[in-house]
């Protein structure tokens, strides 16, 4: 597969977006397809290549979202299809619950030996990132035998009930869906730019840590928790970042009170962060570990759970899934984690990323409306704010500036209340990256002339 000539002149509007084509495509989905499909913005696209997505109407777009944080590896990468072309031709299904085929104990063998932890572990597969929550919740409760789960406010791990459950980041996820799943407990989560305790890392003594010991001695009795759940870096939230020592004193209570530790990798593993697995910057080994996203290389819908062997000890038929596994799905996340290794791309997130954090600082530095710049490897934000006093959220801002972006052919991301996500694909090159936050920053500074 060779490179198309659409690619080589980079990102261009030719036709204002949404264009022709894309207004008819719009127009055709609302007549037949869920309104509960949130639909950040009216792009139609027909293909795509590395970092780029061309639409309908023949604007070419430079892709900073990784399809919303799936293609860690880019668009129609030449090894993976071939990969998945080559599976497809031999075999496409075969019951992995109910039968055995080389592909799936091939991947199970490569998360086992990538994940956190030198002991012996165990894979479950299923269809998404939701599936991978929802079977580390059943896992959980079966393995303690306690009904109780620890979640975080801001966190995002899914649509399905278990999943919605645990997640606290808009009331719409709950709204007429009552009664949820019970024996959740939400707890505050470290935000420092918006500390819910009013204090400041160093100085706040990890007062969300003493709320939590103080919360189990009046409500929750520590003995009914099963697990502990949290996203190492919360993604849907706006790429919120723990302080240093956070995670090790979570472990220390989940130690202490023979909790589960689940990390959901679902947005930040597979080197996302700089590391293959972000929880890997606190030190800390979870028991249980979510993936989905970038497993897939967006061919075929997939997502795991890894656990400690003598974790995942359910007994045949606790819980499965027709699909989970399926052939070609395993055969495109076996050749993406190949390349993840082969092509150092971990190592290459953490330096590209460092190159865009400390030009984003600047632009911080220098901008009256950028309220804060975090992020860890290719996963980056920026808090919009209306006044950098008052933090007030800057969300017709925030809306502005990825209006602006998508003018000049540049994809990011919204999330939390009013911030800017940029997640391109690892294999950017360093090019691409600075003319990325070129276009970004063009974007920003349009705003504040009319702000």
């Known amino acids: 597969m060779s490179r198309p000539s659409w690619v080589k002149g980079g990102p261009r509007v030719i036709k204002k977006i949404p264009g022709p084509k894309a207004k008819e495509l719009v127009a055709r989905d609302e007549r037949v397809m869920s309104p509960s499909y949130t639909r950040a913005e009216p792009i139609a696209a027909e293909e795509g290549w590395g970092c780029y997505v ?12 990784s399809g919303m944080f799936v293609l860690n590896y880019g668009y129609s990468h030449p090894r993976i299809i071939r990969a998945v072309v080559r599976q497809a031709k031999k075999l496409t299904h075969f019951a992995g619950t109910d039968f055995y085929y080389p592909a799936q104990v091939e991947l199970a063998e490569r998360l086992v030996r990538i994940t956190p932890g030198d002991f012996p572990k165990r894979v479950y597969f299923g269809n998404s990132g939701a ?35 645990l997640s606290s980041t808009n009331v719409l996820h709950h709204r007429y869906f009552s009664p949820l799943v019970p024996g959740v407990t939400h707890l505050p989560y470290p935000y420092c730019y918006r500390c819910p305790f009013g204090q400041s890392y160093p100085g706040c003594g990890f007062l969300c840590v003493e ?42 209570l989940c130690d202490e009170h023979g909790w589960l530790f689940i990390v959901d990798e679902v947005q930040t593993g597979l080197g996302r962060s700089g590391k293959m697995f972000a929880i890997e910057h606190w030190g800390v080994v979870p028991d249980i570990v979510c993936v989905a996203k970038a497993l897939s290389c967006g061919i075929a819908p997939i997502g795991a759970i890894i656990a400690k062997a003598e974790v995942m000890d359910w007994e045949p038929g606790a819980h499965a899934s027709t699909f989970g596994g399926n052939l070609v799905a395993c055969a495109a996340a076996i050749e993406g984690l190949k390349i993840l290794e082969e092509e150092n791309l971990v190592k290459r997130a953490a330096e590209l990323g460092e190159m865009a954090l400390k030009r984003l600082r600047e632009l911080e530095e220098n901008s009256r409306i950028v309220g804060e710049v975090r992020g860890m490897g290719l996963m980056l934000a920026v808090e919009i704010v209306k006044d950098k006093r008052t933090k007030v959220h800057g969300v017709k801002e925030r809306d502005m500036i990825v209006g602006e972006a998508l003018n000049r052919g540049l994809i990011v991301f919204r999330g939390g209340n009013a911030s800017i996500r940029i997640a391109p694909p690892l294999i950017i090159s360093r090019r691409e990256l600075d003319l990325g936050l070129d276009l970004f920053e063009e974007s920003l500074r349009e705003v504040e002339k009319k702000c």
């Open 131 to 165: 599936e991978a929550v929802e079977a580390a919740f059943k896992c959980a409760r079966w393995h303690t035998r306690r009904p109780r789960m620890l979640a975080f406010t801001g966190a995002f791990h899914g649509r399905t009930f278990g999943a919605m459950s």
């Open 211 to 252: 709320f939590i010991k103080d919360y189990l001695k009046k409500v929750v009795p520590p003995e009914e928790v099963a697990a502990v759940i949290a996203e190492p870096i919360q993604g849907n939230s706006g790429y919120i970042i723990p302080p240093p020592g956070y995670f090790q004193l979570i472990k220390e």
């Open 54 to 65: 061309r639409d309908l109407d023949g604007n070419v777009l430079l892709d900073l979202s």
